[in-house]
């Protein structure tokens, strides 16, 4: 499909694949096996300009837009979704300060962040609030010069690794939606420190860590927008970032269907490579529309907010869900094509199909996304194109 990307975007899709392939395709399973940060992946990323995409010009970026930085996300999880989360969540701990922070903290924060020299997080998950994201109890009581957070933060994607956190905190209880603002926290902070460290089924290379605060005092420069913005920036954080999930639900699903493409060539059962098998056909046949169908929708989303569009949380939840569900289906379909070998971890697809399990999860489960979609039918504003 021609999807007229420009030159620039070309270019950035032709280098994410080419430091995909060269240094992630080697060494993705020891990874996943280790469950071992990719440091050096992260530096070949790093000296490759990839952290300065999503960054503006002004702070030694690219000034990229949605679909640059979608590009990128879906080449490297083609090869590793567990390496593109990584990335893509530093350009998630970012987007609140970029979005909604004040030049002093840009250009404190963002020269280091777009030099990948340092990763970015965002903590708003907590132990009792995952998709009720009210129900957070983490706290920041304001004191003279700042404000004194306490709370644990749950399944933080680059916890621990990470050295500038966005975190969501509870100002004001009584305030319910206004009750929430933004933090800035680096991880040398006195009172943060890590918790648990998650053993996942997929996306294994990647660290999901729990953050603590006890008494942790934050300066109140670092408070991102006004107090009482918390919520509110959140979801136009995750307005944006949900479609870059649905771009590695893309990827992990391509890298799929190119093996099982490949498989199903070279296998051969009854005398024939079971390719020239109808059925078999059949089931690549529907990948690759699924694929494409996905993709087609995620860059159109992408295109949309790049236009500068006001408000998009429908699209992008369509893009998140649609997406999602794909790549668990295809990953599935391409286990069922390697037959018994797609079970083994010597190929490839098994963690494809574990790593695709969390793109229905993440950044609002697919079920709430859904619900999402649903209401704006309710109020019977339906899109017709
Ligand atoms: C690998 C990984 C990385 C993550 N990284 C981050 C991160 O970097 N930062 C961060 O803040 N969070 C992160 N998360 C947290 C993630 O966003 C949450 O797990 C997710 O939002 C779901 O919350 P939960 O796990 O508490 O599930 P729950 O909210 O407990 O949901 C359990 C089930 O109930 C369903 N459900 C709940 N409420 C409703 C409803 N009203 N209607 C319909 N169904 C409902 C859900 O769909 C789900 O099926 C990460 C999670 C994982 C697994």
Redesign the pocket.
């Known amino acids: 499909m021609e999807y007229f990307l420009t030159e620039q975007q070309k270019t950035i899709k032709s280098l994410a694949r080419r430091i995909a392939e060269e240094k992630i395709l080697p060494v993705r399973a020891e990874l996943d096996e280790r469950e071992e940060f990719p440091w050096d992946i992260i530096k070949d990323l790093a000296d490759s300009d990839l952290f300065r995409i999503f960054v503006p010009e002004e702070y030694e970026g690219l000034g990229g837009g949605c679909l640059d930085l979608y590009l990128v996300i879906e080449e490297i999880s083609r090869v590793c979704a567990g390496v593109a989360i990584s990335y893509a969540?530093s350009a998630?701990g970012s987007s609140a300060l970029l979005e909604f922070g004040d030049e002093e903290q840009k250009q404190k924060y963002l020269p280091d962040i777009a030099s990948g020299k340092k990763l970015a997080?965002?903590?708003?998950?907590e132990p009792t609030?995952?998709?009720?994201v009210r129900a957070i109890r983490t706290t920041a009581e304001k004191v003279s010069g700042g404000y004194v957070l306490n709370g644990t933060?749950q399944?933080?994607?680059?916890g621990g690794e990470a050295e500038i956190y966005t975190v969501i905190a509870l100002t004001d209880k009584e305030r319910g939606a206004r009750g929430a603002s933004a933090f800035l926290v680096e991880k040398d902070t006195p009172g943060f420190s890590f918790g648990k460290k998650?053993k996942?089924m997929g996306?294994r290379t990647?660290s999901?860590r729990e953050l603590i605060f006890r008494n942790c005092l934050v300066p109140e420069e670092n408070m991102i927008g006004r107090e009482g913005m918390g919520f509110i920036m959140t979801m136009k954080v995750l307005d944006r970032s949900r479609p870059g999930i649905g771009a590695q639900a893309v990827g992990l699903a391509q890298g799929a269907l190119e093996a099982a493409i490949e498989y199903a060539r070279q296998r051969v059962q009854f005398g024939q490579p079971i390719i020239s098998l109808p059925v078999v056909q059949n089931m690549l046949a529907d990948m690759a529309i699924q694929v494409e169908a996905a993709r087609a929708l995620t860059y159109a989303v992408a295109r949309t907010i790049d236009s500068g569009a006001e408000r998009f949380t429908e699209e992008s939840a369509m893009a998140k869900v649609f997406a999602s569900d794909m790549a668990m289906k295809v990953t599935t379909e391409a286990v069922q094509i390697f037959g018994g070998a797609g079970y083994m971890r010597d190929y490839p697809v098994e963690k494809m199909m574990r790593d695709a399990k969390?793109t229905q999860?993440?950044?609002?489960?697919?079920?709430?996304l859904r619900?999402v979609v649903a209401s704006e039918l309710r109020k019977g504003k339906a899109r017709q194109g």
């Open positions: 969540a998630l997080a965002f903590a708003l998950t609030a995952g998709s009720d933060k399944f933080i994607t680059n998650e996942k996306l990647s999901t969390v999860i993440y950044e609002g489960t697919n079920q709430i619900s």
